[in-house]
């Protein structure tokens, strides 16, 4: 039996994972419900996103429109941000009308549309980042690779330092030449 | 640290053919037998630490460095960890989180001086590739060998030069070959008859590997053979021991992983033990246009300096797509309209395997053109060089700059030429070799895929014990065969350098000649 109290050591620690992984897990249909409940904590609504999002074996205009649409709504900056990432994206609505490389027209909109007090937000540049510097393509918003610049200037919006003057990274985004439609 | 089994390997892990009795009072097999009495640990410290100056000097001299393609792609994925508390995929594939979740242990709070701190715990980390190379010339040869096998490695740059690049191999060989040792440990213990202290390495042997499964899945299905080295090894122990011992190695690996896979089935209602990423290698292994990222990236900035494009230089008899399959939008797309990002992964495999399948001559030239792409003498700091990376006006992009590119190309073709005379005319039987050579085949193996310079990475260490064996002690077989074999074998290794020669050129020439 000696011999043998390592691997009974690892099946309980295996069974104990998964039985967490049991005991913790959500339904689908409670993700989708969280997903849509704006008045449900934004950490739990955007797990629940992730979740409804990346279950989903179909594309789902529910989560491509109108929860892009309602989290683009929110107050809550991080929320709207989610909007802009590959779990929401893959779901990205087109019309039908549009060609198949068509980045999703709604994130599109909100991204390079007018900033506030034509000035640069950290929202609004941490928005452009995450939405055009991931990977898949046009079809989920993404085009090239984020810089160190754009790195150092996404990793300030989350420390709450100051970003540079709005000009200069203007100037900056012209210059990677890469992002269609800069905002103002 | 104890001996290996002498009763067991000071029979079986001699050549098959061994040198006559009058040269073995000057061979290297005589020290073998004495220098197991311990691993020459003041040479190895020694050694190990000067491979981590090397790499700490290389480390200041690249200094500032900007990120480059997948390293963007950890620092987004680090960026969703610290901002939205998840771990994203990125649409073409899922990878392990490993890299990204350190990479956000430097960087969290929002610095990006943290990416430099990561590349200095890299330095640090290297030392342990740096020792396990080391033990593992010295498990197969001697100290001789154990110490040849750490001067080649301090100096080899290509694994210098990932010490400062944030692509995640480093830290996953940190993890990998401390996790090989421990298990060939456990085969000498098990050979001692040293059933408990053997569990307890292959069990070692097992969580070490779990967690470099958390940083780079590569090593997910050679886990199987693994074990299966062992349970062989322990057959005489008769089967139920056998399995029992055999069953280590892939319960531990499992459980380490079983978090992260039960997270995944969570999150995508599919199993996913590493990440998901075949259907996307597929996609780009086995379709029409022959993709190298050693290349491709070389492609813009050739035509920035007009340079003839690499596309042009390609032997096509080993590149071209198949006859019936030629021009624009050849080949197979992605499964884009699939939107679960598993299910994808499984659609594009099947489409790869079809498209092989039906263009079978396609397949065997392409996979020939795999397997040069593999051995070119080629690196990333050769890449960074001839992409401009590097910041220009320093020591490194001026000064440094040839030495250490003609370097890092003349010791990569220096390790293949050794480890392929060593692996016919100098390394021993026995559980060592068996482990070793299994790694790499199986590494050989997984690049018919795709492959490039950055895939031959976690095997280099193995290469360079095997050959180091060969430069401390020289030919130890003396068979005809053998020789037949090692010679068939450098041609072959001259064959496949001869067929990616005129990219590796262009590439060299311009990681050589420097950035206008």
């Given at each position: 039996?000696?011999a043998?109290?390592?691997?009974i050591?690892?099946?309980?620690a ?15 249909e409670e ?19 992730h ?22 709504g ?9 909007a ?6 893959r779901?990205?609505f ?12 709604i994130q599109?909109?909100y ?7 034509g ?5 609004r540049?941490?928005s452009?980042?995450l ?10 918003g ?7 610049t ?34 103002r | ?5 002498l009763s067991h390997?000071?029979?079986?892990e001699?050549?098959e053919?061994?040198?006559?009795a009058?040269?073995?009072a ?15 640990w ?12 090397v790499?700490?000097?290389l480390?200041?001299l ?10 963007a792609?950890y620092?987004?994925l680090?960026v969703g960890?610290e901002?939205f508390?998840v771990?994203f995929?990125h649409?073409?594939?899922l ?5 990204a ?6 960087t969290?709070?929002g610095?990006?001086g943290?990416l430099?701190?990561l590349?200095?715990f ?17 498990r ?8 040849v096998a750490?001067g080649?490695?301090?100096v080899?740059?290509?694994l210098?030069?990932?010490?400062h ?20 440990m456990?085969?000498?213990r098990?050979?001692?008859?040293d ?5 307890r390495?292959?069990?070692l042997?097992?969580l ?22 062992v349970?062989?090894r ?10 029992r ?5 892939p319960?531990a690996t499992?459980?380490?992983l079983l ?16 990440g998901a990423?075949?259907?996307e ?17 070389l492609?813009r900035e ?14 096509a ?9 030629e ?27 079809k ?8 397949f ?20 960074h ?8 006006g ?8 040839k030495?250490l ?17 060593g ?6 039987k ?7 050579m ?11 895929l ?10 280099e260490?193995?290469?360079i014990?095997?050959?180091?064996g ?5 030919p130890?077989a ?8 090692a010679g ?6 001259g ?18 000649g420097?950035?206008?």
């Amino acid at each position: 039996m000696r011999a043998w109290s390592i691997h009974i050591a690892l099946l309980v620690a295996a069974i104990l994972f998964v039985a967490k992984g049991v005991a913790t897990h959500t339904s689908t249909e409670e993700a989708w419900e969280t997903a849509f409940d704006e008045s449900a904590a934004p950490d739990d609504r955007i797990w629940a996103i992730h979740l409804a999002s990346n279950r989903a074996t179909e594309r789902s205009d529910r989560i491509g429109r109108d929860l892009a649409l309602s989290l683009l709504g929110s107050r809550d900056l991080r929320l709207r941000e989610v909007a802009l990432l590959i779990d929401v994206c893959r779901h990205a609505f087109n019309p039908l009308e549009a060609p198949t490389n068509t980045s999703p027209p709604i994130q599109d909109r909100y991204v390079y549309g007018p900033l506030p007090r034509g000035e640069w937000t950290p929202h609004r540049l941490r928005s452009l980042i995450l939405y055009r510097r991931k990977v898949g393509g046009l079809p989920v918003g993404g085009i090239n690779r984020m810089t160190s610049t754009e790195g150092d200037w996404i990793l300030r919006t989350l420390r709450g330092d100051d970003l540079p003057p709005s000009d200069e990274i203007d100037r900056y985004l012209r210059t990677y030449g890469h992002v269609a439609n800069t905002p103002r | 640290m104890k001996l290996p089994a002498l009763s067991h390997s000071a029979a079986a892990e001699l050549p098959e053919v061994g040198p006559s009795a009058d040269q073995a009072a000057a061979s290297p097999r005589d020290s073998l037998s004495e220098s197991r009495a311990r691993a020459p640990w003041k040479w190895i410290l020694i050694l190990a630490a000067f491979g981590v100056a090397v790499r700490a000097i290389l480390l200041w001299l690249a200094l500032p460095i900007a990120i480059q393609s997948d390293e963007a792609n950890y620092l987004y994925l680090a960026v969703g960890l610290e901002h939205f508390g998840v771990y994203f995929d990125h649409q073409r594939y899922l990878w392990p989180p490993g890299y990204a979740w350190l990479m956000n242990l430097f960087t969290g709070g929002g610095d990006m001086g943290g990416l430099d701190r990561l590349r200095a715990f890299q330095v640090i980390c290297s030392s342990a590739i740096g020792i396990c190379t080391m033990l593992f010339a010295w498990r197969l040869y001697s100290t001789r060998a154990a110490i040849v096998a750490g001067g080649l490695w301090a100096v080899h740059v290509p694994l210098a030069a990932f010490t400062h690049l944030l692509w995640n191999e480093t830290i996953f060989l940190s993890l990998f070959l401390p996790a090989l040792w421990q298990l060939l440990m456990g085969l000498d213990r098990a050979d001692e008859g040293d059933s408990r202290s053997s569990d307890r390495r292959l069990l070692l042997a097992g969580l070490l590997m779990g967690a470099a499964l958390y940083v780079k899945e590569m090593p997910l299905l050679l886990v199987p053979f693994l074990s299966l080295i062992v349970l062989w090894r322990a057959r005489h122990s008769g089967l139920l021991e056998a399995m029992r011992r055999g069953a280590i190695l892939p319960l531990a690996t499992v459980v380490v992983l079983l978090p992260w896979t039960v997270r995944n089935y969570e999150v995508y209602g599919r199993v996913v033990w590493g990440g998901a990423t075949l259907g996307e290698n597929a996609y780009i292994g086995l379709n029409a246009r022959y993709m190298n990222f050693d290349f491709i990236p070389l492609t813009r900035e050739r035509a920035r300096l007009n340079l003839a494009p690499m596309a042009e230089m390609e032997r096509a008899s080993f590149t071209a797509p198949p006859i019936d399959d030629e021009g624009p939008g050849n080949g197979w797309a992605r499964a884009e309209e699939i939107v679960h990002p598993v299910d994808r992964q499984k659609a594009q495999l099947s489409r790869g395997l079809k498209y092989a399948a039906s263009h079978p001559g396609w397949f065997l030239r392409t996979r020939v053109k795999k397997w040069s792409d593999f051995v070119t003498p080629l690196s990333f700091f050769t890449r960074h060089h001839a992409l401009g990376h590097y910041s220009k006006g320093t020591t490194l992009t001026g000064v440094l700059r040839k030495p250490l590119v003609g370097l890092s190309m003349l010791s990569s073709a220096l390790i293949l030429l050794l480890f392929v005379l060593g692996s016919f005319l100098t390394v021993p039987k026995g559980g060592g070799r068996t482990v070793v050579m299994t790694v790499i085949g199986y590494a050989a193996a997984a690049s018919t895929l795709v492959a490039m310079s950055r895939f031959r990475l976690p095997v280099e260490p193995l290469l360079i014990a095997i050959g180091a064996g060969f430069l401390a002690h020289g030919p130890a077989a003396r068979s005809i065969p053998r020789w037949m074999a090692a010679g068939a074998c450098l041609v072959g290794l001259g064959v496949l350098w001869w067929i990616a020669w005129p990219e590796t050129m262009a590439a060299a020439s311009m990681a050589l000649g420097g950035q206008p």
